[in-house]
């Protein structure tokens, strides 16, 4: 799996994160991965905005969604890919104040990114 894959995977998961991509495509003449990535984690956040119990409720498949494709890139991803992830959605994540709750939605080789395992 490489970037365009991951992206891709994203997107046919998320109508939001389709729509992120059309701006940031529009607004960059092409992907950015890396920066493609903070909008993954602002959504990630915005589905966490009310803590993990209304995400369950109001979100859950398309956040579970998002983290298995995460999770999938992690595993399976080419080197590029997997440092996408590690460092545009997890090192950056955990500075977000939603970051204790999508960890537990993390699947078990995106959360071994985590700098303070």
């Known amino acids: 799996m490489n970037n365009l894959d991951?992206?891709?995977?994203l997107c046919a998961i998320s109508t939001s994160l389709r729509?992120?991509?059309l701006m940031h495509v529009k607004a960059f003449g092409a992907?950015?991965?890396h920066v493609f990535m903070a909008a993954?984690?602002?959504r990630a956040g915005r589905c966490l905005l009310m803590g993990s119990?209304?995400?369950r409720q109001h979100h859950q498949s398309e956040l579970q969604g998002i983290v298995g494709a995460l999770e999938r890139g992690m595993q399976v991803g080419d080197r590029e890919t997997r440092n996408v992830i590690a460092l545009s959605f997890v090192h950056d994540g955990e500075v977000e104040l939603f970051f204790?709750?999508?960890k537990t939605w993390l699947?078990?080789?995106t959360l071994g990114q985590i700098r303070g395992k």
Not at 6 to 9: A, E, P, R
């Open 6 to 9: 991951l992206v891709q995977n």
């Open 40 to 42: 993954v984690l602002a």
């Open 19 to 21: 729509e992120a991509r």
């Open 31 to 33: 992907l950015i991965p």
């Open 100 to 102: 204790d709750d999508l």
């Open 107 to 109: 699947g078990p080789t």
């Open 53 to 55: 119990a209304h995400a």
